[in-house]
């Protein structure tokens, strides 16, 4: 009798099995290490809680009433020094303290005013505005900062306010937003 593998085969044919949409297994190794620190952290918090409970519970116990005008310490380490270890101060006893004598001398704080006209990242073009304010009449000076290499074109400094006013308003006629700054030199 000839047989039809042909047909056997597909009507036989086992369904897949392997369900692909199961959790991997180190998912849940991770998981479990997860709960595992969770519950350890709490026990060791509830055995530290107590802990702590307990110590409070002592430290009140050992507190004795205080009458008015005594005072008592606020810190432990008072108990824990023994009477040899430090002399101790009474109410009766004063207290003696060496006060360093400090004397100052008056200094003489001068003021002076310059009048920031631009900052430069390059020197050639500050050096320039430099020489078209000396034909001006402006007596500038270019100030390196040291911090972000800019270069400042300045005029001053100035000893009187008035006079760096004066200067300040020529400056702003001619078309320069300028800053007035006070500097405090002793």
Not at 70 to 90: C, G, N
Not at 166 to 180: D, E, F, H, W
């Amino acid at each position: 009798m000839p047989r039809d593998y042909a047909k056997s085969n597909t009507s036989k044919r086992r369904p897949n099995t392997k369900n692909k949409s199961s959790t991997p297994g180190w998912l849940w190794l991770v998981s479990i290490i997860v709960i595992v620190g969770f519950v350890a952290g709490i026990i060791y918090l509830h055995k530290h809680k107590v802990s702590k409970i307990t110590k409070t519970v002592a430290i009140t116990q050992k507190v004795t009433p205080q009458t008015e005008g005594t005072v008592t310490p606020r810190f432990e380490f008072y108990s824990m020094l023994s009477k040899d270890s430090a002399p101790t101060e009474t109410a009766d006893t004063p207290i003696k303290a060496k006060i360093p004598v400090i004397t100052l001398k008056p200094t003489l704080v001068t003021s002076s005013y310059i009048i920031q006209i631009a900052s430069f990242k390059e020197h050639k073009p500050a050096d320039e505005l430099k020489a078209k304010l000396a034909l001006q009449g402006v007596d500038v000076t270019i100030q390196k900062d040291s911090v972000h290499s800019w270069y400042r074109v300045n005029a001053g400094p100035y000893k009187d306010e008035n006079t760096a006013n004066k200067i300040k308003a020529k400056l702003q006629s001619a078309g320069y937003q300028v800053i007035l700054r006070k500097q405090h030199t002793p």
